[in-house]
């Protein structure tokens, strides 16, 4: 299959180190469909050049922190979901590929949470993964998923976690246990350090769409977007310095030995503490 990673350039609603700036949500509108229509563009890129699965960055429709911006952040979010998540399906169907997508959106009980959407090559939308690991500031306004999702592709069966969620072990073993052979993470601050080993460590392909933050490059510890086999190795790393279109092809079913090899010998009988209450260790 053809990977086509959205590495998007985030605008001034991404400036988390000004914390004291206010903006209208009028603005706040403005700049989110900024960039809504760079992904948009993006992803017609990705389909002129091919690609079979299209990933984009963690919530394209962001508005901003909501600490920063008054009245009903709901409303900024829920006004542009429908229209985005409309139009990136009309592109998986246009395209004939997969489009897992990062958004924000406001679930049936009226709760905001941080989302992956996955459609079909027919466009139609196949289910929605919600953000399990919240971070920083998230816990104070979003909502936490307590699942993980894996779809059955015509490619291989793929799973899906967002940003901090690669950061936990348990979250990448829990979607190769459910049979993922590539594991996909929309997100704004991907780190090849632990990426490579969640791919190593569970033999399966990861890929990430990381984005390049407002007014500077991919520094850091912080690495580009990013697609690793199940041996670890790197099959494509993006541009530090520039948003784009990264393309990378790979067999993802060719993960499975490696991922039997990883998984057979495992004795869960001996890890229980993993599922058992720990804080008396952590204090």
Not at 11 to 33: G, I, M, S, W
Not at 63 to 69: H, Y
Not at 224 to 231: K, Q
């Amino acid at each position: 299959m053809k990977i086509a990673l959205l590495q998007s350039r985030q605008n001034e609603l991404y400036d988390f180190e000004n914390t004291a700036k206010r903006r209208e949500p009028d603005e706040c509108r403005k700049k989110q469909q900024e960039m809504v229509e760079q992904n948009l563009q993006m992803m017609q890129e990705a389909v002129r050049g091919g690609a079979d699965l299209v990933l984009t960055t963690e919530a394209v429709n962001y508005a901003g922190p909501p600490q920063q911006v008054p009245g009903d952040y709901k409303e900024l979010i829920s006004y542009s979901l429908d229209d985005t998540a409309d139009s990136f399906s009309r592109i998986a169907a246009a395209g004939n590929c997969l489009v897992i997508a990062g958004l924000y959106r406001i679930d049936a009980q009226g709760k905001l949470r941080n989302s992956a959407f996955v459609w079909d090559a027919y466009g139609k939308l196949q289910g929605i993964y919600d953000k399990v690991h919240l971070a920083g500031a998230e816990k104070e306004y979003l909502c936490a998923g307590d699942s993980y999702r894996v779809f059955d592709t015509p490619f291989g069966r793929i799973g899906v976690c967002i940003c901090w969620d690669m950061q936990f072990p348990e979250c990448a073993r829990s979607l190769s246990l459910m049979g993922a052979d590539l594991i996909v993470c929309p997100t704004w601050g991907w780190e090849a350090v632990y990426g490579h080993a969640r791919s190593y460590e569970n033999g399966v392909y990861t890929a990430a769409a990381m984005a390049v933050p407002y007014g500077a490059d991919i520094e850091g510890i912080r690495s580009p977007s990013e697609v690793s086999g199940p041996d670890g190795t790197v099959l494509l790393s993006a541009d530090r310095h520039r948003g784009g279109v990264f393309f990378c092809e790979a067999d993802i079913t060719e993960c499975r030995p490696y991922r039997k090899f990883r998984l057979e010998e495992r004795r869960p009988v001996t890890y229980r503490i993993l599922s058992d209450a720990i804080n008396e260790y952590l204090i």
